[in-house]
């Protein structure tokens, strides 16, 4: 077996395994070692023949090129058959190189439904990914029916432009499906429309479309279409869809006109359906990189206008709605007799965890489900409902005429993330009212960024503020108190008084060395220092990084020292030695002003 190949590690591995049967365990281990040292010389010998070669197939294992193949873009390694024929051989042979097929790059007449054909058999039925972005209305016709099995020609307006994902399709399963072969069931589809296309009858689609999309669990599509996917959903076409993203076009400017003009059956309607399984429906935005987060405002002046009470009617088929978000809407809230619709109300929803309004304009704050944990309001002029006690009565400060002023107490009680920055109209009294509101023991992370109307002018003013924010919020793990310029130092000896507080944003304040000695002397410090003696002395901020649990004050077990991180972009009034104390004593630091000068200096210092 040695002689027929003496450069194959087979016979050698075969005749130790005979020796080893035959008890003969010493001439096993020789023939081993033989093995290895030939092997040595045979690896040594193709390497220095290879040493000039630049075939990448003559000098890599074909698994490693594979693998280096995986990183390049799927255009490029179309191109790449074209090197040689060896090439052209491995690429088409190898079906994890076809599992992503991305033609949003490619020119419109360079691909077809034949071409795309051709790329599906070559991945034998794994395909993961398709990408049909950027062809011709026809073209992406046929190319969709292909992907989806189905001929059936749908009725196109305009230019579509499509990128569908199918993340359920299983392995070696041909395409062409039988009856008695599962068929592929589409599990994510996102329809683009960066110029605009509509699906003038989805049922155009037939029912073998229908059947094929009945695992559909993630749908993006442009807010446009709304109206024709609530006929979808009304009629039972996507019984598992747990994601529903409709965001505006970027490139788009004007009006972009969702829920309005849509007739949307209420419960007790003969076609109303439950949507049992949608858990995160989000409306309005530049589209965010993954489903089921919400996206960025200011979209070149680009708004969603919807209509108040359809969006009501909506969210009443949502029994298990876990997250909404709205993000450059415009609600209209009046209704044709002039009179006002009533507040949103998610008590409807009592599975609701995550409410984000961003840029959004409504006529009056919806009413939460006590389920309520993450709460967030920027960029809009409305404020959290607060509480006005009058003797032994409640009452909402503001409450419109024909609306139920029941006070709700648990309407707050569970947030534990309050994001409330570049509210204009948020003021001293407001914020107060609203955190007492909420459980202090819940809320951990408070956003006041931007908020002009916060009175932090005067050092009193902004203690004093401040004092009662750390009353009502003791458990708060994340503050954030930047662009704020008249935030001073003072502020900061009341933030000092958190003991839970992990994460700081001062950027753009005018906080100064001394508020940030203030500040971590109260947290955990518990030493009375000056700036320059803590920088000078060595030997104290060695004791002060290697005791910090130590020097909490009376019972350290109690307030554990867990403040990490320091964002103060933009203060002009933090010298770069206090930056540099502060990196020695463990504390992660993002000051822009810490400048490049200053650390190279520092370890010219340090050699």
Request: net charge positive; with cysteine.
């Given at each position: 077996m040695i002689k027929a190949d003496e450069t194959s590690p087979s016979g050698y591995l075969l005749t130790g395994k005979i020796y080893q049967a035959m008890k003969n365990d010493s001439?096993?281990?020789?023939?081993?070692?033989?093995?290895?040292?030939?092997?040595s010389e045979v690896q040594k010998s193709r390497a220095q023949s290879s040493y000039g070669v630049r075939d990448l197939l003559?000098?890599?294992?074909?698994?490693?090129?594979?693998?280096?193949?995986?990183?390049?873009?799927?255009?490029?390694?179309?191109?790449?058959?074209?090197?040689?024929?060896?090439?052209?051989?491995?690429?088409?042979?190898?079906?994890?190189?076809?599992?992503?097929?991305?033609?949003r790059t490619c020119k419109k007449e360079s691909v077809s439904p034949e071409i795309l054909k051709s790329c599906i058999s070559k991945c034998k039925g794994s395909v993961s990914k398709v990408y049909l972005s950027n062809l011709t209305p026809l073209c992406s016709a046929l190319c969709l029916a292909i992907v989806l099995d189905h001929n059936v020609p749908l009725d196109i307006v305009e230019r579509i432009s499509l990128d569908i994902q199918s993340n359920s399709w299983e392995p070696n399963i041909p395409l062409s499906t039988t009856n008695d072969e599962a068929p592929r069931q589409l599990t994510y589809l996102y329809l683009d429309q960066s110029i605009g296309f509509v699906f003038n009858n989805w049922m155009t689609l037939g029912d073998v479309t229908w059947s094929?999309?009945?695992?559909?669990?993630?749908?993006?599509?442009?807010?446009?279409?709304?109206?024709?996917?609530?006929?979808?959903?009304?009629?039972?076409?996507?019984?598992?869809?747990?994601?529903?993203?409709?965001?505006?076009d970027p490139k788009e400017?004007?009006?972009?006109?969702?829920?309005?003009?849509?007739?949307?059956?209420?419960p007790g309607s003969p076609n109303y359906q439950t949507l049992s399984e949608l858990e995160v429906f989000n409306i309005g935005g530049i589209p965010a990189e993954s489903a089921g987060k919400h996206g960025s405002g200011n979209g070149k002046g680009v708004s969603v206008y919807i209509d108040h009470r359809e969006l009501d009617n909506f969210l009443w088929m949502l029994p298990n709605l876990k997250k909404f978000s709205c993000i450059d809407v415009h609600a209209s809230s009046r209704g044709p007799d002039g009179h006002y619709?009533?507040?949103?109300?998610?008590?409807?929803?009592?599975?609701?965890?995550?409410?984000?309004i961003i840029g959004t304009w409504l006529e009056r704050m919806p009413i939460l489900s006590a389920s309520c944990k993450k709460l967030i309001m920027c960029k809009t002029s409305m404020t959290p409902r607060t509480v006005i006690h009058g003797g032994s009565e409640m009452r909402y400060d503001s409450c419109y005429l024909g609306e139920d002023d029941t006070v709700l107490l648990d309407e707050y009680s569970s947030i534990e993330v309050l994001d409330l920055s570049r509210c204009e109209m948020l003021i001293d009294s407001k914020l107060v009212a609203t955190l007492a509101r909420c459980d202090g023991s819940r809320l951990t992370s408070l956003n006041l960024a931007n908020c002009p109307g916060l009175f932090f002018s005067?050092?009193?003013?902004?203690?004093?503020?401040?004092?009662?924010?750390?009353?009502?919020?003791?458990?708060?793990?994340?503050?954030?108190?930047?662009?704020?310029?008249?935030?001073?130092?003072?502020?900061?000896?009341?933030?000092?008084?958190?003991?839970?507080?992990?994460?700081?944003d001062i950027s753009c304040t005018g906080v100064h060395d001394l508020g940030v000695l203030l500040l971590l002397k109260g947290l955990f410090l518990g030493l009375a220092v000056h700036m320059d003696y803590l920088c000078e002395d060595s030997a104290l901020r060695e004791m002060i990084q290697n005791n910090r649990a130590v020097l909490l004050g009376d019972d350290p077990a109690a307030y554990p020292m867990v403040f990490n991180t320091l964002i103060a972009n933009g203060c002009q009034g933090i010298s770069d030695d206090m930056c540099w104390w502060i990196e020695d004593i463990g504390i992660c630091i993002d000051c822009k002003l810490f400048t490049e000068a200053n650390i190279k200096k520092r370890k010219r210092e340090e050699i």
């Open positions: 001439e096993a281990a020789n023939i081993y070692a033989t093995e290895l040292r030939r092997a003559r000098r890599l294992p074909p698994e490693l090129v594979l693998l280096i193949f995986g990183y390049i873009p799927f255009r490029q390694v179309v191109q790449l058959q074209r090197v040689c024929t060896s090439w052209k051989g491995l690429i088409e042979s190898s079906p994890c190189l076809w599992r992503s097929l991305d033609f094929r999309m009945s695992q559909l669990t993630v749908f993006r599509a442009h807010a446009k279409i709304f109206p024709d996917i609530v006929d979808v959903l009304c009629r039972g076409f996507l019984p598992k869809l747990k994601i529903l993203d409709c965001y505006y400017s004007g009006r972009c006109r969702s829920i309005y003009n849509v007739s949307i059956p209420r619709f009533e507040r949103t109300d998610f008590r409807h929803n009592p599975a609701l965890e995550e409410l984000v005067t050092p009193t003013d902004g203690a004093v503020l401040m004092a009662r924010i750390v009353q009502c919020c003791p458990s708060l793990r994340k503050l954030n108190v930047s662009e704020n310029s008249s935030v001073g130092d003072f502020v900061l000896l009341e933030i000092s008084k958190l003991r839970y507080l992990e994460y700081l």
